[in-house]
């Protein structure tokens, strides 16, 4: 990548509107299957990098698109009337407390580019989703992070941030947390929301909700007008190639973002699966079943291999490679992994260079991940 300097050079005589965006990482993504296809000529691939559902969707889903295909002519609903009055029913809010987004990312920037300036601060986990520091760069914030307890939030520590950092507009928790898996109790967020000033945005990335049904906080935005709760349709409901999240907050702060936000920043195709998504109520319980049987059996393999994990609330799992042999590496150990055509995900990025997140897949998926891992452990 080029060095912030050379960035700088290049541009002149344009200068970005931060200084602090010339140090920004672009998102590693996971490596899109076909991308491996074309590099190493391998068909039968086996992607557990980016947290997606191995089932794949609601056969509700495919009618839902199927109808909308004849309408692409026509512009989406700018205001997402019908996905928006399920999503109220849903979740037991009013309409008017929910925005759309292009995803929950789109979500999370709406609210960084309403609320926080380039004179103010934002506070968030070490080991923490990497799109939070990101976000803090883009708007030429000052980034806290506060460093993790056992790899999850330390709220007590973060409350803390808060109060150090006067300036501070938002924090963000995910809960569960990606990449860790890790979850708070009720009891803490409560405590940590009522000790932080009213003025500062209290940003709950829920993104794994569906998992973990009892991480479900739901209940703090009728107490808290500054707590705002983002969700996706990208996990659980299997739709991440159509980019539709969606966020539940005061009525205030939902006008706001509905301001902020593209006036057709999800698609008609988006809006209809994800109404057809949320209706099939059958399809996440019995996605959440296979997650729950195939987590149970890794947790077992990785034991039998010797590899410790963090014990994860969502759809992955955070692996730490400490091995005797000199030369094995998690980056060794993925590199390995994707010749033989199996994606997982390295954690440089977030500090964990000697761990790797691996998204639960199938139960094929996962033995053909158990056996390529064995026979790159074993060297057999
Ligand atoms: C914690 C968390 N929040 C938000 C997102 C963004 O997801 P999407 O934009 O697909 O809704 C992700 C995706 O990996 C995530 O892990």
Same mark, same amino acid.
């Given at each position: 990548m080029q060095s912030s300097q050379s960035i700088e050079s290049s541009l002149s005589p344009l200068v970005p509107a931060y200084a602090s965006i010339l140090s920004l990482a672009p998102y590693q993504a996971g490596k899109p299957i076909e991308e491996l296809t074309r590099e $190493?000529? /391998?068909? @039968?691939v086996v992607k557990l990098a980016s947290n997606e559902n191995p089932v794949g969707c609601s056969p509700q889903v495919t009618l839902a698109i199927t109808e909308q295909l004849s309408q692409l002519a026509r512009y989406p609903d700018g205001n997402g009337y019908y996905l928006k009055q399920a999503l109220a029913d849903f979740n037991d809010v009013n309409v008017d407390q929910i925005t759309l987004g292009n995803g929950s990312d789109d979500l999370l920037d709406i609210l960084a580019r309403s609320f926080v300036g380039a004179d103010a601060a934002m506070v968030y986990s070490q $080991?923490?989703? /990497? #799109?939070y520091p990101m976000l803090a760069k883009m708007q030429g914030a000052l980034g806290v992070e506060v460093p993790a307890q056992r790899f999850g939030h330390d709220l007590k520590a973060m409350s803390q941030a808060v109060q150090d950092n006067p300036h501070t507009k938002m924090v963000f928790i995910a809960n569960p947390n990606n990449p860790t898996g890790t979850q708070l109790a009720h009891k803490e967020l409560h405590a940590f929301v009522a000790s932080v000033p009213s003025s500062v945005l209290v940003v709950l990335d829920e993104a794994y909700i569906e998992y973990s049904p =009892?991480?479900?906080?739901?209940a703090l935005i009728d107490e808290f007008d500054n707590v705002v709760i983002v969700r996706t349709f990208s996990k659980a409901y299997g739709l991440a190639g159509l980019r539709v999240g969606y966020a539940l907050s005061s009525v205030a702060v939902a006008d706001l973002l509905n301001r902020i936000r593209q006036p057709f920043n999800v698609s008609r195709v988006g809006l209809a699966a994800a109404a057809a998504a949320l209706a099939d109520q059958d399809f996440i319980k019995k996605t959440r079943l296979i997650n729950d049987e195939q987590m149970r059996w890794l947790e077992k393999q990785f034991d039998a291999l010797g590899l410790g994990f963090i014990k994860s609330h969502a759809n992955f799992i955070m692996v730490e490679i400490? #091995? =005797?042999? =000199? @030369? /094995?590496?998690a980056a060794s150990i993925h590199d390995a992994l994707l010749k033989q055509g199996v994606i997982v995900r390295p954690l440089d990025g977030y500090g964990l260079p000697n761990w790797l997140r691996i998204t639960v897949g199938l139960a094929e998926d996962n033995m053909r991940l158990i056996d390529t891992l064995r026979s790159i452990l074993t060297d057999d």
């Open positions: $190493y000529g /391998i068909s @039968d $080991y923490a989703f /990497i #799109v =009892e991480s479900n906080n739901r400490k #091995v =005797e042999m =000199e @030369d /094995i590496t």
